[in-house]
């Protein structure tokens, strides 16, 4: 079983930042397709953003230009940097890892919190 730790969550303005960081402990981390995910009190978790193992990369259309996700494989590490931050950003922010049998783990979560 694949082991995710995310960090990075927090309370934050409007109009402010955040970056999220999302660990593996996984063998072969540079095989592995990583998601974020978030949902809202009351709300379905809804995909974020995704990165490929090539890198490729896909975003929800509310966070288009202001998220970006990458990666580390070195350090298996995937990083999403969340600028220009509104209200109904504020979710629990979870990190999913895709192996290549189609596997799937997830993380704890980290809350973040986007008030003024």
């Known amino acids: 079983q694949v082991q995710l730790v995310e960090s990075g969550g927090g309370l934050v303005q409007p109009g402010g930042f955040l970056s999220l960081s999302c660990v593996s402990s996984a063998s072969f981390f540079s095989l592995y397709a990583i998601n974020w995910y978030r949902q809202a009190p009351g709300e379905q978790r809804e995909l974020v953003a995704s990165?490929?193992?090539?890198?490729?990369?896909n975003y929800a259309d509310s966070v288009k230009g202001r998220f970006t996700i990458s990666r580390n494989n070195a350090q298996k590490t995937v990083y999403l940097r969340m600028n220009s931050l509104k209200p109904e950003d504020t979710a629990v922010y979870y990190c999913?890892?895709?192996?290549?049998?189609?596997?799937?783990?997830w993380g704890q979560g980290t809350q973040v919190t986007v008030s003024s």
């Open positions: 999913n890892s895709v192996d290549p049998r189609g596997m799937t783990s």
């Open positions: 990165i490929s193992r090539t890198s490729g990369t």
